[in-house]
């Protein structure tokens, strides 16, 4: 007897995908891992609603019927970016901390395409939660502030919008490269919160050129200004590199 060998029936087998996932859907995948997680999710939405309610407060202490909506605006535009900022830590150390970051390089081994996905995805998050935070505490004392005065308004917005996404990936960049987030949270806002405050009550030149939230209130008080752009800007490609050289350099066993 001939024995007749058949070639194995392909009806069944699964399919492969073929090549590494794009851009699109890296920062997609991104975007639901940072609101994946119980912390995540409490960030986001304490970056939508502590200014809302923040500015409802401000109105119901106020006394002035001519009150400047631009002004408590920057204020609460200051908070949100500095909620994001925990937001954009947590999108990096965070995997750190949990060891989740084997899974995540395995998966996408060139890790300079992980870190521009995660700096992307937390861009878009801390912008679109910025736009809703300021807009829904312009809604508020719009309600609460009808005769006040709206002047500068639209400039503050957008202001807020983008110092949402500026201290959302400067976070992303501190957290990659402490690699861990506790000890991120806390040196940058004792940095950012202690000492530069401290700071500007004996050398003000000093944090006119380091502070990240003078320069977001410049910025949404006057709307130009090289230094307080530079600021923001110097915050975010300095944390960005840092975490980029570090991650890596860094073992991830």
Do not use: C
Not at 99 to 119: D, E, H, I, N, S
Not at 130 to 158: H, M, N
């Amino acid at each position: 007897m001939t024995a007749v060998l058949t070639p194995p029936s392909t009806a069944h087998r699964p399919a492969v995908r073929a090549g590494a996932a794009g851009p699109a859907t890296l920062v997609g995948l991104e975007v639901r891992k940072s609101l994946s997680t119980r912390s995540g999710r409490s960030l986001a939405v304490a970056a939508a609603l502590l200014p809302p309610a923040g500015a409802a407060l401000a109105s119901a202490v106020s006394e002035d019927p001519l009150l400047a909506v631009a002004s408590p605006l920057a204020m609460m535009g200051m908070l949100t970016a500095l909620v994001l900022l925990a937001l954009g830590v947590l999108s990096t150390a965070g995997e750190w901390t949990h060891r989740t970051v084997q899974t995540t390089f395995l998966l996408t081994p060139q890790r300079g395409r992980v870190l521009a996905a995660k700096a992307a995805s937390v861009a878009l998050l801390g912008a679109g939660l910025a736009a809703v935070s300021a807009a829904t505490s312009a809604a508020v004392l719009a309600v609460f502030e009808p005769t006040a005065a709206w002047d500068g308004v639209g400039r503050v917005l957008a202001v807020a919008v983008v110092s949402g996404a500026a201290f959302a990936v400067t976070g992303a960049g501190i957290g990659a490269a402490v690699a861990n987030a506790p000890a991120a949270l806390t040196g940058t806002y004792l940095v950012v919160l202690g000492v530069l405050p401290v700071v500007q009550a004996f050398r003000p030149e000093i944090t006119e050129r380091l502070d990240p939230t003078a320069a977001v209130l410049r910025l949404a008080e006057t709307g130009s200004g090289a230094t307080p752009a530079l600021v923001l800007t110097g915050w975010v490609v300095v944390a960005t590199v840092a975490g980029a050289v570090v991650t890596r350099r860094r073992a991830v066993a």
